[in-house]
């Protein structure tokens, strides 16, 4: 539906934008389990010693982006369903901070006992830090709510 201005209304704007996030979870999602695949491919055939050094951070990480990708996707439902300051979302982007600061942390884990050089990886800091994102976003969205419950109960 189109205003005057031949703009699209907000409702169509808000649906490209999460069918854009969609493709992009699980495109995201496909990459990286081509990659694990042509990862076991290439170690399966030279290097059996380094297979599970080297498959388990790739697995851990396939395993975070799958929760996330169902999270988020439960989340854009929720936003299609008009739901879009609720405990339920607010827990889910909890639930996804989590998850990336787990990944973070084992990713940091398996660097220092698995890898064989002690040069720094700086992956492990990028999924701490979106951890952390996500884990801020949360509680912003509670607070949110909060207020909002507050101002309905004032009218």
Do not use: H, W
């Amino acid at each position: 539906m189109k205003n005057i201005f031949g703009k699209k209304s907000s409702k169509e704007e808000l649906e490209f934008v999460m069918y854009c996030l969609i493709i992009m979870c699980v495109s995201c999602l496909l990459f990286v389990f081509f990659r694990n695949l042509d990862l076991c491919y290439d170690l399966g055939k030279d290097d059996i010693d380094g297979l599970i050094a080297k498959l388990l951070p790739e697995n851990v990480t396939l395993l975070a982006m799958a929760i996330c990708s169902v999270l988020i996707y439960l989340m854009l439902r929720n936003v299609q369903k008009g739901l879009v300051f609720t405990k339920r979302n607010s827990n889910l982007i909890m639930t996804i901070g989590v998850v990336l600061e787990c990944n973070g942390i084992l990713q940091m884990i398996f660097n220092a006992f698995l890898s064989d050089t002690q040069a720094g990886n700086t992956i492990p800091m990028i999924y701490l830090l979106l951890g952390v994102f996500f884990l801020f976003i949360a509680c912003l969205f509670k607070v949110g709510i909060r207020m909002k419950e507050e101002q309905d109960l004032t009218i």
